[in-house]
């Protein structure tokens, strides 16, 4: 059974630090992997995509990279500011498991000006 | 068309009512998904559509759950006889299909059941 990770659960920074968050999955075998911002009581908002066959996405100030081989995809924020607080969901899609996303935990992330 | 669109975005309803979500995805989009989120889980995955078919259900979607998408357009998330623990987000995503193909996910609906 995939297992998706998110370590840590929460992270606070002072603003302009650069923030990584870590994503880990037991199976190597995915479609992609998929990054998500969600705002308290609000949807998710797609950040970036990783297809399986590549090993960094890159948008604004944001980017993730895909270590298939050892099951880890790592988001950089850079300059990391206020507005960037929030919670962030990595999300694998499974060859084995057809169509659905299977997510971690998330990363709480406050960013102190 | 600018998303995948949820309505209501908020219920409270009593324990033992029946409640009723609907979700408009994206139009070209032939793919429906439904998830559930608990507070400071991750979404779970509770069934998936294409077109009108609904192709795949989880364990979670209990036989009070019962999910719908007539003419493979908006689709309709029904809970009867809700329950304290039924309390979570709905999230609804649409999607394209093929292998390489991402997920779009509406504002959700928060579901209270008192």
């Known amino acids: 059974k995939q297992e998706v990770t998110q370590i840590p659960a929460a992270l606070s920074v002072p603003e302009g630090e650069n923030l990584v968050l870590n994503c880990s999955f037991t199976?190597?075998?995915?479609?992609?992997l998929q990054w998500f911002r969600q705002d308290p009581g609000k949807g998710l908002t797609s950040l970036l995509l990783?297809?399986?066959?590549?090993r960094e996405q890159t948008s604004g100030r944001l980017n993730a990279s895909l270590d298939k081989s050892s099951g880890r995809s790592t988001l950089y924020i850079a300059a990391s500011q206020p507005g960037d607080s929030a919670t962030y969901l990595c999300?694998?899609?499974?060859?084995?498991?057809?169509?659905?996303?299977?997510f971690g935990g998330g990363t709480r992330v406050l960013v102190k000006p | 068309d600018t998303g995948v669109s949820q309505d209501p975005r908020h219920k409270i309803t009593k324990r033992g009512q029946n409640v009723t979500f609907r979700c408009d995805p994206i139009?070209?989009?032939?793919?429906l998904y439904w998830y559930r989120q608990t507070l400071g889980q991750g979404p779970e995955f509770l069934t998936y559509?294409?077109?009108?078919?609904?192709?795949?259900k989880s364990r979670l979607l209990s036989d009070r759950f019962s999910a719908e998408r007539p003419k493979g357009s908006f689709s309709t998330l029904e809970i009867q006889r809700t329950e304290q623990g039924d309390s979570a987000m709905y999230l609804c995503?649409?999607?394209?299909?093929?292998?390489?193909?991402?997920?779009?996910f509406g504002s959700g609906t928060r579901l209270t059941v008192v």
């Open positions: 995503a649409s999607g394209t299909g093929g292998d390489g193909y991402g997920y779009t």
């Open positions: 199976d190597s075998a995915i479609y992609n």
């Open positions: 990783i297809q399986s066959s590549q």
């Open positions: 999300a694998v899609r499974l060859k084995a498991a057809g169509n659905k996303l299977t």
């Open positions: 139009s070209e989009h032939n793919r």
């Open positions: 559509f294409q077109n009108e078919a609904q192709l795949e």
